[in-house]
């Protein structure tokens, strides 16, 4: 169990920085659940939060029962920060802004990525200039630098993910005809399929808590 609530904190925090959305959240809850003879009604409840706010969902991954290793937490994260980027450039700027984010929260402890996420942001939004001299890195080396810093903070000790929770999937914030973010500030409400989805699901977990 302490492995699934340093996870859940992990994903909470990813959520709360913009890092991760709802239904990989569910999706990771989902494949818990496949594994355990019988889940938590926490673990439940993630997997039946399809429409609901981020924040709400992260509220949801906080009542695990037990505490979180928080170190291990954030390892988790920066871990998922590198496998993200490592397969997509392009957010880049999302990785740069939850490092910065974390760094004024102090919860990084490496010294080189702290001193990255300081300068990443920045960076990042001045690359036009720096095709006309004013920056003297380039969008590829900022990001060389970025994984860097984060293959160094993840090296020792090593966290592992239960299940993959980054897949092959184009981002799903990104419109595959325009390449653009579209990226939405509010979950989509549930259908009347969804909602009788999740009535059902209710009504086998109350079942199942009841045997």
Do not use: H, N
């Not at 595959?176 to 059902?200: C, D, F, K, M, Y």
């Amino acid at each position: 169990m302490s492995r699934m609530r340093d996870e859940a904190e992990a994903l909470a925090r990813a959520l709360e920085l913009g890092l991760r959305d709802v239904p990989e959240v569910i999706a990771w809850a989902d494949a818990q659940i496949l594994r355990e003879d019988r889940p938590c009604e926490a673990l439940c409840d993630v997997s039946l939060a399809r429409g609901r706010y981020p924040q709400d969902v992260a509220g949801m991954l906080r009542r695990f029962s037990g505490t979180p290793d928080k170190a291990q937490a954030v390892r988790l994260l920066l871990c998922l920060m590198k496998d993200w980027l490592s397969r997509d450039a392009d957010c880049a700027d999302w990785i740069a802004s939850g490092l910065y984010q974390m760094a004024l929260a102090e919860e990084i402890d490496d010294p080189q990525l702290r001193e990255v996420s300081r300068w990443a942001v920045w960076a990042l939004e001045e690359l036009d200039p720096a095709e006309a001299g004013y920056i003297q890195e380039s969008r590829e080396e900022i990001v060389r630098q970025m994984l860097d810093a984060l293959d160094e903070a993840t090296a020792a000790p090593i966290a592992k993910w239960s299940f993959a929770i980054i897949d092959e999937r184009p981002s799903p914030w990104r419109s595959p005809e325009s390449g653009q973010s579209t990226r939405p500030t509010r979950p989509a409400q549930p259908t009347p399929a969804a909602r009788l989805r999740s009535r059902i699901l209710q009504s086998l977990k109350s079942w199942s808590f009841s045997r």
